[in-house]
């Protein structure tokens, strides 16, 4: 069965560091990547995604995603976090039965 | 941001008890979701709809129904429910189920069953 793993559960930060958050899936085959943000109390929203093309993907609030397709990864990045960014972020694959599967999710905090 | 409400957005009910979850979109897309999000789980699909009256399980189906009898409402129903229900539970939409479908997600609905 097509799975998602997100490495990472919880990460503390401090504001201006770097941040990268792991994803890695099963699947073999052709496949459309999310990363998806859920910000405290709110509902999940998209923050980018992948389907073909440009490797490093760009999503809104200064995130990028690079997928590398011989690690089977799509690592979410952001170079300087803020406390703004404190949420919780999940990370999707589209299986080849056109369904979403979600990884565990990881809850960032970012210390001000 | 999509056009997608949910109600209740908390509840709070017994076991035993049947309970119905309401997903509206204003969006017009053909598909629709219901998932649940379980710490250390992530979100997980129970029903989807591709269209009125067309519906099918997902990977946690177990103890639930859904109906969609018009394009706008796709409906979560509990006959009983159990603790282990005890979740959130998001409704998403999307207009297609193809290679670039995105979802975009409800505001979601708190469950507790006592």
């Known amino acids: 069965a097509q799975s998602v793993s997100q490495h990472n559960h919880h990460v503390i930060l401090s504001e201006a560091a770097s941040l990268e958050l792991g994803c890695n899936y099963s699947?073999?085959?052709?496949?459309?990547l999310f990363w998806y943000v859920q910000y405290p109390g709110q509902h999940l929203q998209l923050l980018l995604k992948?389907?073909?093309?440009?490797?490093l993907v760009k999503g809104i609030n200064g995130f990028e995603a690079e997928f590398i397709k011989s690690k089977f990864s799509f690592n979410l990045r952001k170079p300087s976090v803020q406390w703004s960014d404190t949420a919780e972020y999940f990370c999707a694959v589209r299986s080849n039965t056109g369904k979403l599967i979600f990884g565990q999710g990881t809850t960032l905090q970012v210390k001000p | 941001d999509a056009g997608i409400t949910q109600s209740p957005r908390h509840k709070v009910t017994e076991t035993g008890t049947p309970v119905t979850l309401r997903c509206h979109q204003t969006e017009n897309h053909r598909y629709m979701y219901w998932y649940r999000q379980d710490p250390g789980h992530g979100l997980r699909l129970i029903h989807y709809s591709y269209g009125v009256k067309d519906t099918d399980k997902g990977e946690v189906s177990d103890g639930y129904s859904v109906s969609r009898s018009k394009t706008e409402d796709f409906l979560l129903t509990l006959e009983s429910a159990t603790s282990s229900q005890t979740s959130v539970y998001f409704c998403?939409?999307?207009?297609?189920?193809?290679?670039?479908?995105?979802?975009?997600f409800g505001p979601g609905t708190r469950l507790t069953v006592l």
């Open positions: 699947y073999g085959g052709t496949v459309n």
């Open positions: 992948y389907f073909s093309g440009d490797p």
């Open positions: 998403a939409i999307s207009e297609r189920a193809g290679a670039t479908d995105t979802q975009y």
